[in-house]
């Protein structure tokens, strides 16, 4: 049933390399620069009217199997911290810089009969960053809370805006033994809607989500060499609109110094 209905199970693999850097270059302010990498596997499945695996090596115009790689919107900041009492504040701001790579309106293409990508490794814009933090210890705990906000204020010459995302988390953290520690944290996200040359699409696409995740990790102390550390954030709430991704984990791994 080639040009009938049929069911789209589709499961991708995302994985992200950044490199960061920071400078001071006064007291109490620095500059930042994060470069992203991202690569991203597809693997699509098709499946009759009755849930029954449907033959189609080639794919089709929405989804085929396939391999992405490539550089993501890079971040450019500044950023301030002082002590404030028993805390420490800190804030950022900044831009992103648009060189991710974006794809034609999807919507268009397939209106078209032609192939097409919903993936974006990036927005095409100019985007602001605020960030604040704040943190202190507690005898032999360290508490953290954090919160970053990038905004999408115009869309890109494809006519894509990719929504707003903010992101909130709060941790604790302490030595176990030895060079090694833990922490526990919780993580909130949220992303609004993207928009098609102003318009929310509901067929497909990102149309608004929002999750809350459990965090759980160790590091460890390398003396000259920096640090290692390892997260795991598993999810406990997902409100989503339209066919949305779901994930089971995301494992984060971390050397800095």
Do not use: C
Request: hydrophobic letters at 40%; aromatic letters at 8%; zero cysteines.
């Amino acid at each position: 049933m080639p040009g009938g209905f049929y069911w789209h199970v589709q499961d991708l693999t995302l994985s992200e390399a950044s490199l960061a850097a920071a400078v001071g270059i006064a007291r109490h302010l620095g500059m930042e620069a994060v470069i992203p990498v991202r690569h991203v596997i597809s693997r699509i499945r098709f499946l009759d009217d009755q849930r029954m695996p449907l033959a189609r090596p080639q794919g089709d115009i929405h989804h085929r199997n396939e391999t992405l790689v490539g550089l993501g919107d890079p971040w450019l900041m500044l950023h301030a911290g002082a002590p404030h009492g028993a805390w420490t504040v800190a804030a950022r701001a900044g831009v992103t810089v648009p060189l991710g790579r974006t794809e034609p309106n999807p919507f268009t293409l397939a209106d078209l009969g032609l192939p097409h990508h919903h993936i974006q490794f990036g927005t095409g814009t100019w985007d602001p960053i605020l960030g604040l933090a704040a943190g202190r210890r507690f005898g032999a705990v360290g508490f953290t809370v954090s919160g970053l906000a990038r905004f999408v204020l115009a869309r890109n010459s494809h006519g894509y805006q990719a929504g707003n995302r903010y992101y909130a988390e709060a941790t604790a953290s302490r030595r176990v033994v030895g060079s090694w520690s833990g922490l526990l944290g919780l993580v909130g996200s949220r992303e609004q809607a993207e928009r098609w040359d102003g318009r929310v699409r509901t067929e497909e696409g990102n149309i608004g989500r929002t999750d809350v995740l459990v965090a759980a990790g160790v590091a460890r102390g390398l003396g000259g060499a920096g640090a290692l550390s390892l997260t795991a954030k598993v999810p406990i709430l997902t409100r989503s609109k339209g066919s949305q991704v779901d994930y089971p984990v995301i494992i984060s791994v971390g050397w800095g110094r």
